[in-house]
């Protein structure tokens, strides 16, 4: 019988209208090593073709199926998908990894769709599940897998972990095997690119310190040059992405690389992510290099308003820090995309004030930044959270896999951790309020054109929502009620 090997990745949809649609660097990481092996690579991205199991080709050849996901919609998606081939092709393993599967390992590889999670990075252990389930071992030697072993009462098993990949033993990001020009479409030829992996910060609330452990991995400068240099060339790129969760660390690194830039003639805008504190280590004439060479967008995790939240999610930056980087950047002529968090379990109305303060001063310091407003996720076994009830009665610590993901990481999050007044507060502004003040201080004031009775709904929304933020007025939520009985008769993503 022919050796099977053919590997085929799954990845699923996150959002309606994604743009700009970059390709899902995660699987291409792990399918750009196989393909370096020999084996044949197929990747479905759902979020570009919809597909479903009947895509899947001569299933003979077929030696497993991966699947990436993020937390939420990603990986209840992924699920879906999974239960489909267990259905029609049950003898096919399914093997998961990700940042979901990262973060709860021992959820995801209880569930029945789940034969094997890879915890961490997935280059090297890869390679030991395809060269495992190809001599028909087990995953017992495969570093970082967990799994539920059915012979054992259905323990789980948790091999040791993986280390920080060494990302200069990976092979370069193969973007043929997503067709990139399918991608070129959706994101004005665009490229996402990453030079390192890891952070560095002590967050208390960020995913990285699961995987990462505070370290940092680092591509070769002469390296990330080299092979920029190849994709430029091939497609024309104009953009890119540097999805490093830290790309400005390292200082003389990014000065030479922007150096590289101008020297080569690339004309290219870019965009990299920060820390607040490490960015105002560049000094003006930094900041203006990298604009010359084409940084457009600097990204960076100012997450409340309030420094009391700062020191307690162990952010270590000032308030100050975050301020200070505002006015330079706009100074510099370079956005600046905040992250900002709202629902820790111990913020106020107070601290929640000073966030949207915050991010209003932020944009009207350049309405061309851009302020994006996340809703706090903790863990499923956090102490915080894990004897909490749920509405079924049963405790968080408790759930499984798809109990917990219609709780986390999705529009219809309850947080028990809060009252329910500061929850409502919480998803009137973030759902509703907050957007509208952002729109008004971008157009710089300018009315709406179209449709009267669209632009009439437009700025009375606008209004409310700016009398509301600028009085702290949080009370008698009318707007919120409203679409709450709204999605009652006709659902919708918010689904409160």
């Known amino acids: 019988m022919k050796p099977k090997n053919r590997v085929l990745f799954y990845y699923p949809k996150m959002m309606e209208n994604q743009y700009p649609l970059y390709t899902p660097n995660e699987v291409l990481a792990v399918g750009s090593v196989l393909h370096s092996k020999g084996y044949k690579v197929d990747i479905l991205d759902q979020r570009l073709i919809k597909t479903d199991v009947r895509d899947l080709g001569d299933s003979r050849d077929l030696l497993f199926i991966g699947i990436s996901a993020k937390i939420g919609r990603q990986s209840r998606d992924g699920l879906e998908f999974a239960k489909s081939v267990n259905l029609e092709l049950p003898e096919i393993p399914i093997i998961w990894g990700g940042w979901a599967p990262t973060r709860h390992p021992g959820e995801f590889a209880r569930h029945p769709s789940v034969d094997c999670v890879i915890a961490g990075d997935g280059e090297d252990a890869i390679l030991q599940v395809a060269e495992a389930l190809g001599s028909g071992r087990d995953f017992s030697r495969v570093q970082g897998a967990v799994y539920e072993d059915t012979e054992n009462d259905g323990k789980i098993i948790f091999n040791p972990p993986l280390p920080v990949m060494d990302l200069t033993r990976t092979p370069m990001l193969n973007y043929d095997l997503v067709h990139l020009d399918r991608y070129m479409d959706k994101s004005g030829r665009a490229l996402s690119y990453q030079t390192t992996r890891g952070c560095g910060g002590k967050c208390s609330f960020c995913c990285l310190n699961d995987q990462y452990n505070h370290k940092r991995s680092i591509v070769p400068r002469e390296r990330v040059i080299d092979e920029l240099a ?267």
């Open 230 to 496: 190849f994709w430029i060339k091939k497609y024309d790129i104009k953009f890119i992405s540097f999805s490093d969760s830290n790309l400005f660390a390292n200082r003389n690194r990014v000065l030479k690389l922007a150096g590289e830039f101008l020297r080569r003639d690339w004309k290219i805008k870019w965009e990299g992510t920060g820390r607040a504190d490490q960015l105002n280590n560049y000094s003006d004439e930094h900041f203006e290099l990298l604009k010359r060479s084409g940084c457009q967008w600097i990204y960076t995790g100012l997450e409340s308003g309030s420094q009391r939240i700062l020191d307690s999610i162990q952010k270590r930056i000032q308030l100050d820090d975050c301020t200070e980087l505002v006015s330079r950047l706009s100074k510099a002529d370079i956005r600046l995309w905040g992250h900002m968090i709202s629902g820790f379990p111990d913020e106020t109305l107070t601290d929640l004030s000073k966030s949207i303060d915050l991010a209003l001063w932020t944009k009207r310091q350049n309405p061309k930044n851009k302020i994006t407003f996340n809703i706090f996720m903790p863990r499923s076994n956090d102490n915080l959270i894990k004897d909490i009830r749920i509405g079924s009665g049963r405790k968080f610590k408790d759930m499984e896999l798809e109990e917990m993901l219609t709780v986390f990481g999705n529009a219809r999050l309850r947080m028990p951790w809060l009252s329910q007044k500061m929850e409502r507060i919480i998803k009137g502004i973030y759902f509703i309020y907050l957007q509208p003040y952002l729109d008004y201080i971008e157009a710089e004031g300018k009315m709406d054109k179209g449709n009267p009775l669209a632009v009439f709904k437009s700025f009375i929304r606008r209004r409310i929502s700016m009398y509301r933020l600028d009085h702290k007025y949080y009370g008698f939520p009318v707007l919120y009620w409203l679409l709450r009985i709204r999605n009652r008769i006709k659902p919708s993503g918010h689904g409160w």
